[in-house]
C-alpha cells in the first residue's frame, strides 16, 4: 500500500483515518524503543519520567505530572519502581508536607549518559533524519496544541 496517498475515497476507511494513523504509529515506535531501553532497565514510560528529571530535578510529583501530562495515579507507580531501581529518590517536600519531590541518584545521573546515545538510535530504527523527525514532531505538537485549546 502507498502510504503517501490515501487508499481510498471513502471517509470513513480506517486506512483513511488519521486516528488510525497516529495508534498505529504510536504503538508501532514504542515498540521500537523496547529493545533499546532494556539494557537501561527502563521502559518506554519510566523512560519519559527520567528524561523529564534529566531536564529539571528536583521536581514534585505535580511538576512531573503536568510536564508529562500523566495523572498522579499513573505516575506513582513508575516513580515507585524508578526508586526501587535506585535512579531517583522520593522525599516530602520540607515547606509543603503534602508534596512529594523527586531527584535522581548519583546512578539516576549516570544513567543519562548512557541514554544519550538513544536519539541517535532510533533515528536510525525509524528510518528518518533529523529533520524529518523535527518536522514530525512540530506536526504532532501543533495538533496537539490545537486540540487542547477545543477542549
Not at 537501561?40 to 528529571?53: D, E, F
Not at 515547606?95 to 538513544?118: C, F, H, M, Q, V
Request: hydrophobic share 40%; net charge negative.
Amino acid at each position: 500500500m502507498d502510504h503517501e496517498e490515501f487508499p481510498s475515497e471513502d471517509p470513513l476507511a480506517l486506512e483513511s483515518q488519521v486516528c488510525f494513523a497516529i495508534s498505529l504509529a504510536s504503538r508501532s515506535v514504542i515498540a521500537a524503543y523496547r529493545p533499546v531501553l532494556e539494557p537501561l532497565n527502563l521502559t518506554h514510560p519510566q523512560y519519559l519520567v527520567m528524561l523529564a528529571l534529566w531536564q529539571h530535578s528536583p521536581a514534585s510529583v505535580k511538576d512531573l505530572g503536568e510536564r508529562l501530562s500523566i495523572d498522579s495515579g499513573t505516575l506513582s507507580p513508575l516513580l515507585k519502581r524508578l526508586q526501587a531501581q535506585g535512579y531517583i529518590t522520593r522525599e516530602r517536600n520540607g515547606t509543603d508536607n503534602r508534596s512529594l519531590d523527586i531527584a535522581l541518584t548519583p546512578s539516576g545521573r549516570s544513567l543519562r549518559r548512557e541514554a544519550e546515545k538513544i536519539p541517535g538510535i532510533m533515528m536510525e530504527r525509524l528510518g528518518m533524519d533529523k529533520e524529518e523527525l523535527q518536522a514530525l514532531h512540530a506536526s504532532m505538537m501543533k495538533v496537539i496544541d490545537h486540540v487542547r485549546h477545543q477542549e
